[in-house]
């Protein structure tokens, strides 16, 4: 979103000397606008997946139907128009300590960069954690979507997990943050 976000205004005094000697300020006032563009281009999560959720098959999942993932959660963004947009993000547990992660904005689902074709047909990304539930990796390392195109823009968001506070422990499901910039 591009708004004026700060007006700076200037203040120049011009001294000018008349015949008599005497100082006469005459003062300028100089406006410059600056905008700023406001879309999320980050989103920050850190979640515990809980490690007794179901294996699920991955093939058959449907963002219509929970019953085909573990977990869900959702956010606003702000889209480079201004305008907010719902962000979904939907965790599958494929095998005991692999999840795989979808996302939609707005109910359109989103590709991952690099990202492998997940049963939506788009890419998604996949969490790993070792046996103790800590987190081990996301694949890929950086998790960018490539399907957010505007007229003269090509947008995207990156993911960032928090390596050391996703974890995948036997408690609940726990979103313990979910901070995006913009807006």
Not at 27 to 42: A, G, M, P, W, Y
Not at 107 to 136: C, H, M, P, S, Y
Not at 155 to 173: A, G, H, W
Request: some cysteine.
């Amino acid at each position: 979103m591009k708004k004026p976000l700060l007006v700076l205004s200037a203040l120049i005094a011009l001294t000018a000397c008349n015949d008599s000697s005497s100082d006469v300020k005459e003062e300028v006032q100089e406006t410059q606008e600056i905008t700023v563009s406001l879309e999320t281009n980050k989103v920050q999560l850190q979640f515990n997946l809980p490690a007794s959720s179901e294996v699920l098959n991955t093939e058959e999942i449907s963002l219509d139907d929970p019953l085909t993932y573990n977990a869900s959660v959702s956010t606003y963004i702000c889209e480079p128009s201004g305008e907010q947009a719902l962000l979904h993000i939907y965790f599958l547990k494929r095998e005991p300590q692999k999840w795989d992660v979808y996302y939609s904005l707005d109910d359109d689902l989103l590709d991952i960069d690099g990202g492998v074709i997940g049963g939506t047909g788009q890419n998604k990304a996949t969490l790993e954690f070792d046996e103790l539930g800590n987190f081990v990796r996301q694949v890929p390392y950086i998790l960018n979507t490539t399907e957010l195109q505007y007229p003269e823009k090509n947008y995207s968001i990156e993911f960032d997990f928090y390596s050391d506070s996703t974890t995948n422990l036997d408690e609940n499901f726990t979103a313990k943050n979910l901070d995006s910039n913009g807006c």
